[in-house]
């Protein structure tokens, strides 16, 4: 059963700007924090940047002051803009529950590379 879409991903040069989207259910939308993480090649996945329920974010010090976390409540969709981006965003995104209350069951993710 899939849990999150996102889509979104792209090749884009340094100092570019990517919208991610992130679909999920109604019930996981209403219910739980929501988070965009990301896994570079050869490392783990780590945490980007969360949004609660009521709206509050909160980001990853590497990404602070350049991604912006979102959520539409009208079409169960979370958005990660990310702006003046530098080849070590080079990732592949996913989204999730938020770090406290993670689902088991991952998405297929969405690949950002930034590359000249």
């Known amino acids: 059963q899939v849990q999150f879409v996102e889509s979104g991903g792209d090749l884009v040069q340094p100092g570019g700007s990517l919208r991610l989207s992130c679909a999920t259910s109604?019930?996981?939308?209403?219910?739980?924090?929501m988070a965009w993480y990301r896994q570079a090649p050869g490392k783990q996945r780590e945490l980007v940047a969360v949004?609660?329920?009521?709206?509050?974010?909160n980001y990853a010090d590497s990404v602070r002051g350049r991604f912006t976390i979102s959520r539409d409540n009208t079409k169960n969709t979370v958005y990660l803009q990310m702006n003046s981006l530098k080849p070590e965003d080079t990732a592949v995104y996913y989204c999730?529950?938020?770090?406290?209350?993670?689902?088991?069951?991952w998405g297929q993710g969405t690949r950002v590379t930034v590359s000249s």
């Open positions: 999730n529950r938020g770090p406290t209350a993670q689902a088991p069951s």
């Open positions: 109604r019930i996981i939308f209403i219910l739980y924090d």
């Open positions: 949004i609660t329920r009521g709206g509050s974010t």
